[in-house]
């Protein structure tokens, strides 16, 4: 969404999904770093707002880009395997998109006729 607020409509988007409790972590690390003086700051309560607001603006992604969107899993994975998977999902997006071009090339020739 944020992408379309400046402008920028992605055709494809590739997503790296990991579970709720690493992310969880990963932003409670986040906001230690930005409130570490703040006694007063509630982390349990900033952290599960994040990620549920997190997990709401993936799901409009999804919904908005269904049939542009894949999904890569992290979780016990290793990099390889990830970086692998992104370049199998990438080559697709290209195969895809010479496939259009092809296809909208083949119509202009045929409307001149």
């Known amino acids: ?3 379309q607020s400046v402008g920028l409509m ?6 790296l999904e990991s ?8 932003i409670h690390e986040k906001l230690k770093q930005t409130h570490s003086n703040d006694p007063a700051y509630s982390f ?3 952290v599960k707002e994040s990620v549920d607001e997190s997990e ?3 799901k409009a992604v999804k919904e908005v ?4 969107y894949a999904e890569i899993p992290t979780s016990n994975r290793k ?3 990830i970086i692998d998977e992104i370049a199998v999902n990438l080559k697709q997006f290209f195969l895809n998109f010479f496939i259009y071009i092809t ?6 020739a045929y409307s001149k006729i």
Do not use: H, Q, W
């Not at 992605?10 to 997503?15: L, Q, R, V, Y």
């Not at 579970?19 to 990963?26: F, I, L």
């Not at 880009?65 to 542009?68: A, I, M, P, S, T």
């Open 44 to 46: 349990p309560t900033a």
């Open 1 to 3: 969404m944020f992408l």
């Open 79 to 81: 990099k390889s395997d």
């Open 103 to 108: 296809y909208l090339l083949i119509i202009l």
């Open 10 to 15: 992605p055709d494809n988007i590739i997503c």
């Open 19 to 26: 579970n709720r409790k690493k992310v969880e972590e990963r």
């Open 65 to 68: 880009f269904k049939g542009f």
């Open 56 to 58: 709401l603006n993936l």
